[in-house]
T-cell receptor, first 115, second 117 residues
């Protein structure tokens, strides 16, 4: 069965410092993994996606994530936080994979950025 | 590319009335669209999967007679909340999957805030 666990419900960083949002997954298949961002009262925007190509995936706005099969992790990082990064972040695993997939969402991590 | 819109962005209605929410893929065709609801400070919960030209598939615990889904074209799906009650107040988000590209990536709309008085 597929599942995803976001290890922190809330992360607070100072502007200009690195961001680390942690995600662990469980999947019986070769998973597709996603990170989405949601700003208040907005829909979700795709940050990046892993699909069994390169293990280090670069996304938009300077974010990247590394797929580590041995650790079943897909942590999201950014070298330097910006105030505009403050939002809710969701780690997501594809339910079946391939074109038939539905998505399973983590519970989300709220990122706060202090000036 | 891959833009999904929702209309309305917010709606307030009286208890007992019905509300229709539209989800449109603006620059791509979507054979499959999904409807989610999100309670405050919680994650998204899949309500149903909508396939163009066929009946929607509802998740366990979601009342299909209360949440009517129609996917009449490759760019439009609608969710109608029938006989709305205050407990139906929530943030409803749709997503769409590209028809021509074999992918599990979903593109999300901006959401609709429903408040039932």
């Amino acid at each position: 069965a597929q599942s995803v666990t976001q290890l922190d419900s809330h992360v607070s960083v100072s502007e200009g410092t690195p961001v680390l949002l942690r995600c662990n997954y469980s999947s019986s298949y070769s998973p597709s993994l996603f990170w989405y961002v949601q700003h208040p009262n907005k829909g979700l925007q795709l940050l990046l996606k892993y699909t069994s190509a390169a293990t280090l995936v670069k996304g938009i706005n300077g974010f990247e994530a590394e797929f580590k099969k041995s650790e079943t992790s897909f942590h999201l990082t950014k070298p330097s936080a910006h105030m505009s990064d403050a939002a809710e972040y969701f780690c997501v695993v594809s339910y079946y994979g391939g074109s038939q997939g539905n998505l399973i969402f983590g519970k989300g991590t709220k990122l706060s950025v202090k000036p | 590319g891959a833009v999904v819109s929702q209309h309305p962005s917010w709606v307030i209605c009286k208890s007992g009335t019905s509300v229709k929410i539209e989800c449109r893929s603006l620059d791509f065709q979507a054979t499959t669209m999904f409807w989610y609801r999100q309670f405050p400070k919680q994650s998204l919960m899949l309500m149903a999967t909508s396939n163009e030209g066929s009946k929607a598939t509802y998740e366990q615990g979601v009342e299909k007679d209360k949440f009517l889904i129609n996917h009449a074209s490759l760019t439009l799906s609608t969710l109608t909340v029938t006989s709305a009650h205050p407990e139906d107040s929530s943030f409803y988000i749709c997503s769409a999957r590209h028809a021509l590209v074999p992918t599990d990536t979903q593109y999300f709309g901006p959401g609709t805030r429903l408040t039932v008085l």
